[in-house]
């Protein structure tokens, strides 16, 4: 509406100048004159016109008595109120509009700004200017072109059409059309603009940007980028100096290089740290190597993240810790943990230790963990026999590695290099200082320490070499890093996953789940402390379910619930889907097995070190079992209740099934249509409120009810729960508190049947 009042103002300017009084100009001096009577025009050298608070002045001028006009030629000056001057090489000026009419080397200066062009039309009264010709405004570090211009000098205001450009110290502005303000250096855009900077760009078609503070409001089709980086808003607004930035609405941050695109409705940007945070309903995609057929045409499989808040961040990757590939150790290499564990709860036999059966390589081991020389290690060890029982070190804590402690105490030898240089230095006295110290500069290979060049000699100082660190590359490489907050999801087509928080870098391409993770993968769900998921060459490439790991696998047409459980598991993927697993410490397994008919013969429940699993078809195929293997088999007809490893978790109610449940969340179950109450039971007779609690809900997860105490085989750690054998089609769960699906071990009565090694 503001451009419109200017506009309007332009289009009425000739009807307030004809309501204007007329005033005669006035000439004030002139050198000499011609004067042609019969026309009534003199010819003037040098003359001084003067009307209002205008002066006037040229070279020469034909003057107009009667019309009330004059031309003037060369060297053309005006003086309004000296406040704005204005130059050329030839002028029209019509005293009753008090329009002039300026060509050639028109220069226009109105306090702090400088407009420049061949053709200007000036209004003597209204104090504003019009080119259309091309024209150039120089305002202090403000450079300022356009092929039309309307210059307000009363408001100081400025309107440029057409191919206007816009040179600062810090941007470049490209615009169809433009108002600048000299006295607040505000910059207003009213169709398709540019700001280029030293190193990123916005186009906008709606907006304001201020010269000197920076600041900046876009309202329109606006798109920022710098570099691979790009982000998209219906509103952005930018302080230029401090670096921050701020989106609203329909937000799209996309980076091509790491194929990453964040979308969001509230957005925060942060340039020096070069990071973007998306508060209101965030998500993200990430670009992957996978594709899917979807209508018989190949699609790329991107994999897709939700949650509370996201945040994107290039940070020096010398910073970040780094998740090499999963390396499984071989079956023989036991684990420092696992060794401990095995020592707990086992009596061994005292073992008495001596020098005698102390290997040498042992010996050389603990001397030079301890810092000891070779004269220490070959020093013999005495008759202090140490006798090694459960809990000794806890009995007397002073035995701290005493094999490599004799019992006299051995004395410290004087260092004799130093005593020597010392004794050097005493001898050769105040001459042979300098001597002295440009051999101890000469013995320390160029470590020298630049505080003592102001006491050394000239060519001394010369021969040092430079006291400086060599710059890496490395150390400047910024890397990607993405985090999640709250309520995260995550959705590919074959993987999906939920937790409380995630850190993703693409420098080790790896992602980790925090706090409640759940990760699923076709007929499999792993939870546990922490998951890390890695990608490799943007595929599927391992995953590790740290501490507390349990794995469930469901096979698509089976209620049986296969189960997994260790302190690590260790999976690989090939081709996207799970190929292997290992799982160590403690490791656990329920596993049911088939015959050629599909047919569930027997349940194995096993305890091991170690389980291998292969999968095949999205289903477990084979369990090896390695080292120190128990386990019992129960046939499926003497199997009269399911049972779950402590720790059990099956939460498909939880699993994004969709990129739209990742960005919109998992719909709300609808409440249930409330019921009129019946008088009475249909089965009992007796009022419903008397059956309330006795008919069992459907569709209840059957690892909620665990209130049955019958007796079968467990695991003789009591690692196991027991809960009663539900139908097929009460697999589906619903939603329910989490806290009353957990399996409660205190009502499982243990029973006589042990696990038999095997």
Same mark, same amino acid.
């Given at each position: 509406?503001?451009?419109?009042?200017?506009?309007?103002?332009?289009?009425?300017?000739?009807?307030?100048?004809?309501?204007?009084? %007329?005033?005669?100009?006035?000439?004030?001096?002139?050198?000499?004159?011609?004067?042609?009577?019969?026309?009534?025009?003199?010819?003037?050298?040098?003359?001084?016109?003067?009307?209002?608070?205008?002066?006037?002045?040229?070279?020469?001028?034909?003057?107009?008595?009667?019309?009330?006009?004059?031309?003037?030629?060369?060297?053309?000056?005006?003086?309004?109120?000296?406040?704005?001057?204005?130059?050329?090489?030839?002028?029209? *000026?019509?005293?009753?509009?008090?329009?002039?009419?300026?060509?050639?080397?028109?220069?226009?200066?109105?306090? @702090?700004?400088?407009?420049?062009?061949?053709?200007?039309?000036?209004?003597?009264?209204?104090?504003?200017?019009?080119?259309?010709?091309?024209?150039?405004?120089?305002?202090?570090?403000?450079?300022?072109?356009?092929?039309?211009?309307? *210059?307000?000098?009363?408001?100081?205001?400025?309107?440029?059409?057409?191919?206007?450009?816009?040179?600062? =110290?810090?941007?470049?502005?490209?615009?169809?059309?433009?108002?600048?303000?000299?006295?607040?250096?505000?910059?207003?855009?009213?169709?398709?603009?540019?700001?280029?900077? &030293?190193?990123?760009?916005?186009?906008?078609?709606?907006?304001?940007?201020?010269?000197?503070?920076?600041?900046?409001?876009?309202?329109?089709? /606006?798109?920022?980028?710098?570099?691979?980086?790009?982000?998209? !808003?219906?509103?952005?607004?930018?302080?230029?100096?401090?670096?921050?930035?701020?989106?609203?609405?329909?937000?799209?941050?996309?980076?091509?290089?790491?194929?990453?695109?964040? *979308?969001?409705?509230?957005?925060?940007?942060?340039?020096?740290?070069?990071?973007?945070?998306?508060?209101?309903?965030?998500?993200?995609?990430?670009?992957?190597?996978?594709?899917?057929?979807?209508?018989?045409?190949?699609?790329?499989?991107?994999?897709?993240?939700?949650?509370?808040?996201?945040?994107?961040?290039?940070?020096?990757?010398?910073?970040?810790?780094?998740?090499?590939? =999963?390396?499984?150790?071989?079956?023989?290499?036991?684990? @420092?943990?696992?060794?401990? @564990?095995?020592?707990?709860?086992?009596?061994?036999?005292?073992?008495?230790?001596? +020098?005698?059966?102390?290997? +040498?390589?042992?010996?050389?081991?603990?001397?030079?963990?301890?810092?000891? !020389?070779?004269?220490?290690?070959?020093?013999?060890?005495?008759?202090?026999?140490?006798?090694?029982?459960?809990?000794?070190?806890?009995?007397?804590?002073?035995?701290?590695?005493?094999?490599?402690?004799?019992?006299?105490?051995?004395?410290?030898?004087?260092?004799?290099?130093?005593?020597?240089?010392?004794?050097?230095?005493?001898?050769?006295?105040?001459?042979?200082?300098?001597?002295?110290?440009?051999?101890?500069?000469?013995?320390?290979?160029?470590?020298?320490?630049?505080?003592?060049?102001?006491?050394?000699?000239?060519?001394?100082?010369?021969?040092?070499?430079?006291?400086?660190?060599?710059?890496? #590359?490395?150390?400047?490489?910024?890397?990607?890093?993405?985090?999640?907050?709250?309520?995260?999801?995550?959705? %590919?087509?074959?993987?999906?996953?939920?937790?409380?928080?995630?850190?993703?870098?693409?420098?080790?391409?790896?992602?980790?789940?925090?706090?409640? #993770?759940?990760?699923?993968?076709? !007929?499999?769900?792993?939870?546990?402390?922490?998951? *890390?998921?890695?990608?490799?060459?943007?595929?599927?490439?391992?995953?590790?379910?740290?501490?507390?790991?349990?794995?469930?696998?469901? /096979?698509?047409?089976?209620?049986?619930?296969?189960?997994?459980?260790?302190?690590?598991?260790?999976?690989?993927?090939?081709?996207?889907?799970?190929?292997?697993?290992?799982?160590?410490?403690?490791?656990?397994?329920?596993?049911?097995?088939?015959?050629?008919? &599909?047919?569930?013969?027997?349940?194995?429940?096993?305890?091991?070190?170690?389980?291998?699993?292969?999968?095949?078809?999205?289903?477990?195929?084979?369990?090896?079992?390695?080292?120190?293997?128990?386990?019992?088999?129960?046939?499926? =007809?003497?199997?009269?209740?399911?049972?779950?490893?402590?720790?059990?978790?099956?939460?498909?109610?939880?699993? =994004?099934?969709? %990129?739209?449940?990742?960005?919109?969340? &998992?719909? %709300?179950?609808?409440?249930?249509?409330?019921?009129?109450?019946?008088?009475?039971?249909?089965?009992?007779?007796?009022?419903?409120?008397?059956?309330?609690?006795?008919?069992?809900?459907?569709?209840?997860?059957?690892?909620?009810?665990?209130?049955?105490?019958?007796?079968?085989?467990?695991?003789?750690?009591?690692?196991?729960?027991?809960?009663?054998?539900?139908?097929?089609?009460?697999?589906? #769960?619903?939603?329910?508190?989490?806290?009353?699906?957990?399996?409660?071990?205190?009502?499982?009565? #243990?029973?006589?049947?042990?696990?038999?090694?095997?």
């Amino acid at each position: 509406m503001q451009i419109l009042r200017y506009f309007l103002i332009l289009l009425l300017l000739p009807f307030s100048v004809l309501s204007q009084q %007329k005033t005669k100009i006035n000439v004030d001096s002139w050198t000499t004159s011609r004067v042609d009577a019969k026309k009534n025009i003199s010819y003037l050298k040098n003359p001084v016109f003067r009307q209002d608070n205008a002066t006037l002045t040229c070279d020469s001028a034909v003057f107009y008595i009667t019309e009330n006009v004059f031309d003037a030629y060369r060297n053309v000056h005006i003086n309004q109120g000296d406040t704005i001057n204005i130059y050329s090489d030839y002028l029209n *000026y019509n005293g009753n509009t008090k329009i002039a009419h300026l060509t050639e080397n028109v220069k226009m200066i109105d306090r @702090e700004s400088t407009l420049t062009t061949n053709i200007l039309d000036y209004n003597m009264a209204t104090k504003y200017g019009t080119y259309i010709t091309g024209g150039k405004i120089v305002s202090k570090d403000v450079t300022l072109t356009s092929k039309n211009g309307y *210059y307000f000098s009363n408001s100081r205001d400025a309107f440029f059409r057409y191919n206007v450009v816009v040179v600062t =110290p810090e941007t470049v502005i490209n615009s169809d059309t433009l108002r600048y303000n000299t006295l607040t250096n505000w910059t207003y855009f009213y169709g398709p603009t540019n700001i280029k900077g &030293k190193d990123d760009n916005l186009y906008t078609e709606n907006g304001a940007y201020n010269t000197k503070t920076q600041y900046a409001y876009f309202g329109k089709k /606006n798109l920022y980028t710098t570099g691979s980086k790009s982000l998209k !808003g219906d509103s952005l607004y930018y302080d230029g100096i401090a670096g921050y930035g701020k989106a609203v609405r329909n937000i799209i941050f996309k980076d091509t290089t790491d194929k990453m695109v964040m *979308y969001g409705q509230l957005g925060y940007y942060y340039k020096i740290d070069q990071k973007t945070i998306v508060t209101k309903n965030p998500y993200v995609g990430m670009g992957t190597a996978d594709s899917i057929k979807v209508n018989d045409k190949l699609q790329p499989d991107s994999l897709w993240m939700g949650a509370d808040t996201l945040e994107t961040q290039m940070v020096l990757k010398k910073t970040l810790t780094l998740i090499s590939s =999963p390396v499984i150790k071989k079956d023989n290499e036991l684990g @420092e943990e696992e060794k401990e @564990e095995k020592k707990v709860g086992f009596s061994k036999p005292k073992v008495t230790a001596t +020098e005698e059966n102390i290997s +040498e390589k042992k010996q050389k081991r603990l001397d030079k963990r301890n810092g000891k !020389g070779k004269e220490a290690a070959k020093l013999p060890l005495k008759n202090d026999k140490i006798t090694l029982g459960k809990d000794s070190l806890a009995k007397d804590s002073s035995l701290k590695d005493s094999l490599a402690i004799p019992k006299k105490a051995i004395p410290l030898l004087k260092d004799s290099l130093l005593v020597s240089k010392a004794d050097s230095l005493t001898k050769k006295g105040k001459d042979s200082t300098g001597k002295v110290l440009k051999s101890t500069l000469q013995l320390a290979k160029g470590k020298i320490d630049t505080t003592l060049k102001g006491k050394l000699p000239k060519d001394q100082i010369k021969s040092l070499p430079k006291d400086t660190v060599p710059f890496n #590359p490395q150390d400047t490489v910024r890397t990607r890093v993405i985090k999640a907050y709250h309520n995260v999801r995550v959705y %590919k087509s074959n993987m999906q996953a939920t937790a409380d928080s995630l850190f993703y870098t693409s420098a080790d391409s790896t992602l980790r789940w925090y706090r409640d #993770p759940i990760l699923w993968s076709e !007929g499999s769900q792993q939870t546990g402390d922490t998951i *890390y998921l890695q990608l490799k060459n943007k595929k599927l490439n391992a995953v590790q379910v740290i501490q507390n790991a349990f794995l469930v696998n469901v /096979n698509a047409d089976s209620a049986r619930y296969n189960q997994i459980k260790g302190r690590l598991i260790t999976a690989f993927f090939k081709e996207g889907k799970l190929q292997n697993m290992f799982v160590d410490g403690n490791a656990e397994s329920i596993f049911f097995n088939q015959n050629e008919k &599909k047919i569930y013969t027997d349940m194995n429940q096993t305890v091991s070190s170690r389980l291998k699993v292969l999968f095949k078809n999205k289903e477990i195929a084979k369990i090896v079992i390695i080292r120190e293997p128990e386990g019992v088999r129960t046939p499926i =007809p003497e199997l009269k209740e399911d049972v779950f490893l402590t720790g059990f978790k099956w939460k498909p109610e939880l699993r =994004p099934l969709s %990129k739209k449940e990742v960005i919109n969340g &998992k719909p %709300k179950a609808k409440a249930p249509a409330k019921k009129a109450t019946p008088a009475a039971s249909k089965t009992t007779g007796k009022p419903a409120a008397a059956t309330k609690g006795k008919t069992e809900q459907k569709g209840t997860p059957v690892d909620q009810r665990d209130t049955v105490k019958k007796a079968t085989p467990v695991l003789k750690k009591d690692s196991t729960a027991v809960v009663p054998v539900a139908p097929r089609t009460e697999v589906t #769960p619903i939603k329910t508190n989490p806290d009353t699906t957990k399996v409660k071990t205190d009502t499982i009565k #243990p029973v006589s049947a042990p696990l038999k090694k095997i």
